[in-house]
């Protein structure tokens, strides 16, 4: 079954740890893209990547880093810098070099990211 | 202010009743895409529209795009309890070669047995 994984499921984090939350996908994607969801906002880009090796910052990329070192796998990790990690982060992807009509984003299922 | 907005933030409504989620954008749309999403959960992809005056259907779930392309609706018929969660749209903001979306901030939705 083709589709997107993130773990863990609940992270907890204290005050000044680095912690690194994974997104893998097996369905040959190109884009993959991690969003920050908080409650009564929606979801807001943190960091894409449209090909390995290269990635993007979006609209709160502060505090968060991420890698693409290979094309299944786009790990965030939410570093020191960040004082309000508290949130639900969602990683998604979509097929872009192939233009077969799939616009849509296949979610992962998110991990719950509480700071201590 | 948001750019994709929608109304209403939240609604409650009785099994059986149908229910209307409006999604409102600054700028013309060229691919809205609707998502749920239950708690603690993905989305899941419901609908895309991209042209003016779109209509598509799933089961009970039918999601239209404006012929000006800046509002689309979702209306469920005949809510039932499997139909709870938050719904969220989405708007394509793909430009030269960059690939990417930006979302409602989400109606959420409770169905009452």
């Known amino acids: 079954d083709g589709g997107i994984t993130q773990s863990p499921k609940y992270l907890f984090r204290k005050e000044g740890q680095n912690v690194t939350l994974s997104c893998e996908q097996n369905l040959n994607h190109d884009a993959m893209y991690w969003y920050r969801q908080d409650p009564g906002q929606g979801l807001r880009l943190i960091y894409y990547?449209?090909?390995?090796?290269?990635?993007q910052k979006g609209d709160i990329a502060e505090g968060y880093s991420v890698s693409r070192e290979k094309k299944e796998s786009f790990p965030l990790t939410v570093t020191s810098a960040q004082k309000n990690p508290t949130a639900f982060y969602l990683c998604?992807?979509?097929?872009?070099?192939?233009?077969?009509?799939?616009?849509?984003?296949?979610f992962g299922p998110g991990t719950r990211l509480t700071d201590t | 202010s948001q750019e994709l907005e929608q109304s209403p933030q939240s609604l409650i409504v009785q099994e059986g009743k149908n229910l209307t989620i409006n999604c409102t954008s600054s700028k013309t749309l060229y691919g809205l895409y609707w998502y749920k999403q239950k708690y603690g959960e993905g989305l899941i992809f419901l609908m895309m529209l991209q042209k003016g005056g779109e209509e598509k259907s799933h089961e009970k779930i039918t999601a239209k795009l404006d012929e000006k392309k800046q509002q689309s609706s979702l209306h469920i018929t005949a809510s039932q309890p499997s139909h709870a969660g938050i719904y969220l749209c989405?708007?394509?903001?793909?430009?030269?070669?960059?690939?990417?979306?930006?979302f409602g901030t989400g109606t959420r939705l409770k169905v009452l047995a």
């Open positions: 998604a992807s979509r097929d872009i070099l192939r233009d077969r009509g799939d616009y849509e984003q296949y």
């Open positions: 990547s449209q090909i390995v090796n290269d990635f």
């Open positions: 989405g708007a394509d903001r793909t430009t030269s070669g960059t690939y990417k979306y930006i």
